[in-house]
DNA sequence: ACTATCCAAATAATCGATTATCTGTCAAGG
DNA sequence: CCTTGACAGATAATCGATTATTTGGATAGT
């Protein structure tokens, strides 16, 4: 479950990672929905980053009205990809070379860290999850001719990436790795469709996951360092060949 | 200046940390003004922890109309101080040992991991900025008596710490520490009011501030993890005592 | 007594209209 | 020409009223 906005830093109720992570289960607020809506086109490209969001036109394109839709926005803020100035409106968080950079570093830096602890504290509930995680993962299918099953994919991805370091015990922690996660995945759904041909990202997941279970902290870390690094170096090398920078 | 509601992680536009941080300059929306009040009000303490908050209520103490408010509540939400939950409203996050002692912990993975950034990349202009935030902070006064000098160290204290990590070059790093920073004031606002008897902070953070401009890597950022470690623990201390646990 | 169901008051969410602010354009003055 | 100021259209912010949801309490059934 990304969104996380049942409240600030909540202690993680949350039993098991729902499966159903992004499900628009019908009960919430027009906001909540529309919140749902707008990361999505967010985050696939749909909405392109660095432009302004017209709150006319937003409404009427989405059929609501302004308060939901500013509800939606202000969401969209916390999870860093919509910037906001008084009077000015909103716009959609640009993307840079410096950003992904910094994204990835930091993702380096935080999730690693949080693997660490969730090695050292995780039960075994945990270990479950985790293997759970990667099993839905290696099988889904990544078609980047067929558009819904990326969406599906890049949902289990984070969804496994997150229950990897589930285990951590720190809420805070977790929050800012699933908001690195989900500036990240901006980056993926835009600039990669498949995977670059020298790696095998299913067994590094594997790896990542078994060494994680297996409570080899070094090996695990490292894994887990390098998966996140060659993503960011693919991702560099794409942002630069598609360079709209 | 804290806010940092300009726009997500926006790239530190902020020539120089403006002395006059969270100066209300009048000019801002309704929202804006309303959730600087309305944050002061919290980290203060004067909005109790945990305790809900009615927007009906809201509404007429501070007389504005459902839309700020709800703006302003949506920034309190990504500064972590405020909780929300479809249909249910709005409450004051709550306050607890764990909490208290992830902050702590976070800061200082974090704060160390900027400072060092910022040792390493830092320009004379960031070295002028530490020492010009050391000396405001140590010129002022601090009298329990007196809560306009608290507040205002309060806001010296948090320009310091984050002039010190300024130069890190990474404004996502930044956004995060300094959602934590304001996490640890309120517990400090609300537990301590003045300095315990067996430290000299003052000079702690002259220590730090020297170490950091002469980069002397290990040694700053030593005396930065001590610091933080100590207020970690004299706050833990205090928690356990006035223990509203 | 205990639980389940329904109702009413409280509260949150949404809407449409109004007000305030900004942005770009054009004219007058230098 | 360039700058300055004023206007108009576009856009954002706010408001008051309406609608939807939840909560707590009363009632009926076991």
Redesign the interface.
Known sequence: MIPD???????TTEDAPSSSGFLDDG???I??QLAFRLREAIISGELQAGSKINLDKARKTFNVSL?PL??AL??L???????????RGYRV?SISL??LE??T??RE?FEI?ALRESMRLGDVEWEGNVMRALHRLNRAERDAARPETLERWEELHREFHLTLISGCG????LH?CRL?LN?NDRYRRVFLTRTSGDRNVSQEHSEIAQGAVARDLDYSCDMLRQHIHRTGTNLRKHLATKGIL
């Open positions: 906005h049942d409240g600030a830093f909540a202690p009960k919430n607020t906001g909540s308060s500013r509800e202000a969401r803020i916390s999870d860093g990809l919509v910037e906001f100035e008084d009077n968080s410096a950003n910094e994204i570093n930091l830096e860290f720190k809420p805070i922690l800012f690195l500036l």
